[in-house]
């Protein structure tokens, strides 16, 4: 009887015993380099290029549900939606040698990559719709990113305590064939819930990279000195991995 | 006959490791996955799979003593699912290099002709329902129900879990797209992927029960010095 509860018991410290471990600064550092060690592994065993799987019409989402922030609601973001976004400017700025300031129609005279790619929420869904816009790549190569660029911050409309929605990529997947500013989903201008009017598209990462409401692109050499310097709102706060790889 | 109180060399050093670094993955992942699964308790098959698609399975809200850590938190959940996912990946797969170099496999595992014999089988499961486990001509010797419940767990359903939790991957989807054909699209992968971790957790339960049954003191003792002693 013992032995038996000597073993459940073990298995439930164990349990336990996780909780204490995380809060050790050596242990949670080991357990927090996990990420580096997917990281390392996933850019190993594929392409730089290699692409996310794309899919048909006929296999999309029903219904593609939105997720985090429904509507920005902050006095500039209201004004946008007043007029159509007509007084709305995405701003490509940082280390790059020709800052630009985009209308969405510039954007969306662009040319557009469109693709029917499959959204993985970190929480376990999956939603497959259809997003178009152009190439992060040609507006980072229409600006003239310098090559001391290593990340690329995208900075969003929408505020969590006050502080904008920030995310970053770095150049692999900045530059990554699938890598797009969305302006439509599903043929239709993208919606207030799904991120009017222009979203991030990386579609080997999870949803909470997908930045929505996106109001500036900028290049930086180090994600240190931006927001807490973990890379993005959730990787700040919560803890989140910010190669969002699995 | 060997006579009862006879020390064998019954589990080697690499088994002897593996076995209670994989215990502590197996019970690390288990209780992460719950907590996992626990910010989105619904199962799909398919590609796709949302709040507005049919469900096939509704999972409850696992409790905090089941979960780590104990209160809901997904991201540090994730932080000890995908470092201990690495352990019991490669820690399986240097497992089975060191098992085919010792000949563990050949010797211990790899089934014969009684094994898959319906006759021996079903002498097998009587002598398990009489809590005999032990052939006395050959004590050190799997019986045949152990050998095919661990090489179902070592060869089946821990590989299986592996390939599953990587098609949950958008990043090993794009390097790696026959995971998804494998298992019919990531929510499809998903679900096979829980559903294994019960059959997993099932085994666990039914493998302490048996080694309570077996002499919890004697079996401990081989799997930590690797010597066991024959049972009366």
């Known amino acids: ?246 | 006959m060997v006579p009862p109180g006879t020390p064998l060399y019954r589990h080697r050093l690499a088994t002897r490791l593996w076995h209670w670094i994989n215990a502590i993955a197996v019970v690390i992942l288990f209780g992460s996955g719950l907590g996992i699964s626990n910010a989105h308790p619904r199962l799909y098959w398919g590609a796709y799979g949302a709040n507005f698609d049919h469900a096939w399975a509704q999972l409850p809200h696992f409790p905090g003593w089941l979960t780590i850590p104990a209160s809901y938190n997904l991201a540090i959940s994730r932080r000890w699912h995908l470092f201990f996912a690495l352990v019991l990946a490669f820690g399986l797969l240097a497992y089975m290099i060191a098992s085919l170099f010792n000949r563990h496999f050949r010797r211990d595992l790899a089934l014969t002709g009684k094994d898959v014999s319906p006759a021996h089988l079903a002498e097998d499961v009587r002598d398990h329902v009489d809590f005999r486990f032990h052939d006395a001509d050959d004590p050190g010797r799997y019986n045949s129900l152990q050998k095919w419940s661990y090489i179902l767990v070592i060869f089946l359903a821990l590989p299986v879990m592996i390939l599953t939790g990587l098609a949950l991957s958008p990043g090993m989807d794009a390097a790696w797209p026959w995971l998804l054909q494998l298992f019919g699209g990531r929510q499809s992968a998903r679900s096979v992927h829980f559903v294994t971790s019960a059959l997993i957790g099932g085994f666990t339960v039914i493998h302490l029960a048996l080694v309570i049954l077996a002499g919890l003191g004697n079996e401990l003792r081989s799997m930590i010095t690797g010597w066991w002693r024959v049972p009366a």
Request: proline share 5%; hydrophobic share 40%; charged share 20%.
């Open chain 1, 1 to 246: 009887m013992i032995t038996r509860r000597a073993l459940v018991g073990s298995a439930g410290l164990l349990l336990a015993g996780c909780d204490r471990v995380v809060q050790v600064p050596a242990a949670r550092k080991i357990l927090f380099a996990g990420e580096d060690m997917h990281r390392g592994l996933q850019r190993a065993l594929s392409n730089r290029g290699a692409l996310a799987p794309e899919f048909t019409r006929a296999e999309m989402s029903p219904i593609f549900r939105s997720n985090g922030t429904s509507n920005p609601n902050t006095p500039d973001y209201n004004g946008w939606v007043a007029d159509r976004f007509a007084g709305y400017r995405l701003a490509v700025n940082g280390l790059v040698d020709r800052p630009l300031s985009l209308s969405l129609a510039q954007l969306r005279a662009m040319p557009a990559r469109t693709q029917i790619t499959r959204h993985d929420c970190v929480e376990g869904w999956s939603a497959i719709g259809q997003w178009t816009g152009p190439l992060l790549g040609t507006l980072l190569k229409a600006a003239g990113m310098r090559r001391s660029a290593r990340y690329v911050v995208f900075t969003c409309a929408d505020l969590f305590n006050g502080q904008p929605y920030y995310e970053s990529i770095d150049t692999v997947d900045a530059f990554h064939p699938q890598t797009i500013l969305a302006w439509a989903l599903n043929g239709a201008p993208l919606d207030v819930p799904h991120g009017a009017p222009v979203r991030l598209r990386v579609e080997r990462q999870l949803g909470y990279k997908q930045a929505k409401y996106i109001t500036a692109i900028t290049a930086v050499a180090s994600l240190a000195r931006i927001g807490k310097g973990q890379g993005g709102y959730w990787e700040d706060n919560v803890d989140y991995d910010w190669y969002a790889g699995i």
